[in-house]
């Protein structure tokens, strides 16, 4: 999905240097969210064991922040064209940063078995 940022002109300068990154993390609410849940099945699926919310990426969190990586395509003034952000139209965004391997790439990363079977 391709997806333009329009960031308020009132902060253009803050994009400054973002033409250098492949990829962006971009934080948003989830301000559809009208429920809070602390267990439950991701994505809904039958076969992934039940987990706390703090367990998962499902959105019906005490603090419905959302995050997730995008791919950045273009930057034209204060308007970001990106690949992979999978939000409602109008859902407000909270910060768009870099993503910068040094500081978010982790080695000897662990996960559950599960999550590598999820479908996105």
Request: with cysteine.
């Amino acid at each position: 999905m391709i997806t333009k940022i329009v960031v308020d002109a009132d902060y253009s300068d803050g994009l400054r240097g973002i033409d250098d990154y492949s990829h962006l993390i971009i934080l948003y609410w989830l301000d559809k969210v009208d429920r809070v849940r602390l267990t439950m099945r991701p994505q809904g699926k039958k076969d992934v064991p039940e987990v706390g919310i703090f367990a998962c990426r499902c959105p019906w969190r005490p603090n419905p922040i959302g995050m997730t990586t995008v791919k950045a395509l273009e930057r034209k003034g204060n308007i970001l064209t990106v690949k992979g952000l999978d939000v409602l139209d109008g859902t407000p965004l909270l910060d768009i940063k870099p993503y910068t391997p040094p500081y978010d790439a982790v080695e000897e990363m662990r996960c559950p078995d599960w999550v590598n079977n999820l479908e996105y």
